[in-house]
């Protein structure tokens, strides 16, 4: 079983406001991603990292941002919400020195942005 | 680019019946494969993986997956379902290391278990 959190799990927020949505990890992996989810649908790659101070935009463009200061932590930052933001937010993480790589995945960050 | 399809997006099935979702990938080489269930409200939940060998791959909860390279699938099987199986499966192709093992998912399926 993976070890990966995400806090808050629910967050209902008003426009314009900033928020971070956490992510941590104690496999010590070096892989951290982020997913978005909106209801119902598939998963698209927001951000990933190969490791501490590796950030990289992934395939839906996002305008969220994160960091990677540590190897544990990857989170996830909006600087001004907007109702457009409201989504299912998922991180992930994987050991890239094993052959059968593999991510394992946080519970996820439910928000909504009135 | 890889490219992940689910062709049902919902289905049903009575409890205790067989199960078998769909998934079909586009993959220029040797494909790395998942699945993934999302129960709702949750995070994804790794069912199995295939990377090489076997193509009948066993996974948690009773599933198993059998890969047909000359079909392009990867489809997802139980003998017999339980209402606690409900939830949203995904199958996720990898782009393998040299790719960066990032992963493209499917649509997902739906699954409702009938009593």
């Known amino acids: 079983e993976a070890d990966i959190y995400q806090t808050p799990r629910y967050l209902v927020i008003g426009t314009g406001k900033k928020i971070t949505l956490e992510c941590s990890q104690t496999?010590?992996?070096?892989?951290m991603y982020w997913y978005q989810q909106d209801p119902g649908m598939e998963l698209h790659l927001i951000h990933y990292?190969?490791?501490?101070?590796?950030?990289e935009k992934g395939d839906l463009s996002s305008e969220s941002t994160v960091s990677r200061i540590r190897t544990e932590h990857f989170p996830l930052t909006l600087e001004s919400a907007r109702p457009s933001h409201t989504s299912q937010y998922l991180c992930?993480?994987?050991?890239?020195?094993?052959?059968?790589?593999?991510?394992?995945f946080g519970p996820g960050t439910r928000l909504l942005v009135l | 680019a890889q490219s992940v399809t689910q062709p049902d997006i919902h289905i049903t099935v009575s409890e205790g019946a067989s199960l078998e979702l769909r998934c079909n990938y586009s993959?220029?080489?040797?494909?790395?494969l998942f699945w993934y269930v999302q129960s709702p409200g949750q995070g994804l939940q790794l069912l199995l993986k295939?990377?090489?060998?076997?193509?009948l791959v066993q996974g948690i909860k009773g599933f198993e997956a059998e890969f047909k390279r000359s079909q392009s699938s990867f489809n997802l099987r139980k003998p017999s379902v339980h209402w606690s199986d409900a939830a949203e499966y995904f199958c996720?192709?990898?782009?393998?290391?040299?790719?960066?093992?990032?992963?493209?998912f499917g649509g997902g399926t739906r699954l409702m278990v009938k009593p």
């Open positions: 992930a993480s994987s050991d890239n020195r094993v052959a059968q790589e593999t991510q394992y």
């Open positions: 990292s190969y490791g501490v101070n590796s950030t």
């Open positions: 996720a192709v990898g782009a393998g290391r040299n790719a960066g093992n990032m992963l493209t």
């Open positions: 993959y220029g080489a040797t494909p790395y």
């Open positions: 295939y990377f090489s060998g076997d193509t």
């Open positions: 496999m010590g992996h070096d892989k």
